[in-house]
């Protein structure tokens, strides 16, 4: 474990995981509408969406997959990560009140380089939401550095 009792490579398996839970309220809508600037009526009016095939509004997908970067961030591997590459493919809607369930395992893990693959799963109620998989980067217990990489210029992955 590092420093911040995030998993440092080293203490990484294939097929740990851990998984991160969130609510998505009517403020996240909300707040994730005034950040992203991403005002699609499907996210904000009720009655344009009531309209629409879904019946009502439903919730961002990218404010849905950002549960996906808590779980990464908060459980596994944890403090120092650095988010490298994700790919998503979205599988059913949700709607605000409903809890997403993100979960990561790991499936490729490349030591020297501090590379990790994990399968990336959100559900609501058992049914997959959301699921791709990520490319992060970790800390290590040799140098304790999340990113050794990094020049002044850019990240050189």
């Known amino acids: 474990m590092n420093q911040l009792d995030g998993y440092d490579v080293e203490d990484l398996r294939i097929g740990m995981s851990a998984s991160f839970s969130k609510t998505i309220t009517e403020a996240d809508l909300v707040l994730f509408a005034g950040v992203s600037g ?15 095939p879904f019946g009502g509004r439903i919730a961002h997908g990218m404010l849905t997959a950002s549960v996906i970067s808590a779980a990464i961030a908060n459980k596994m591997p944890g403090p120092g990560t650095i988010y490298l590459g994700q790919n998503l ?15 990561v395992t790991v499936t490729e893990i490349v030591v020297d380089r ?30 304790g550095e999340a990113v050794p990489e990094c020049k002044q210029v850019g990240l050189v992955v």
């Not at 991403?38 to 629409?52: G, K, L, P, Q």
């Not at 493919?89 to 979960?103: I, K």
Request: charged share 20%; net charge positive.
């Open 89 to 103: 493919r979205f599988r059913a809607p949700v709607r605000p009140g409903e809890t997403v369930h993100a979960t």
């Open 38 to 52: 991403d005002n699609n009526a499907m996210h904000v009016n009720e009655e344009f969406a009531a309209a629409t």
């Open 114 to 143: 501090r590379r990790v693959t994990l399968s990336t799963i959100c559900r609501v109620g058992g049914k997959v939401v959301i699921e791709g998989d990520a490319l992060v980067m970790t800390t290590t217990s040799q140098s």
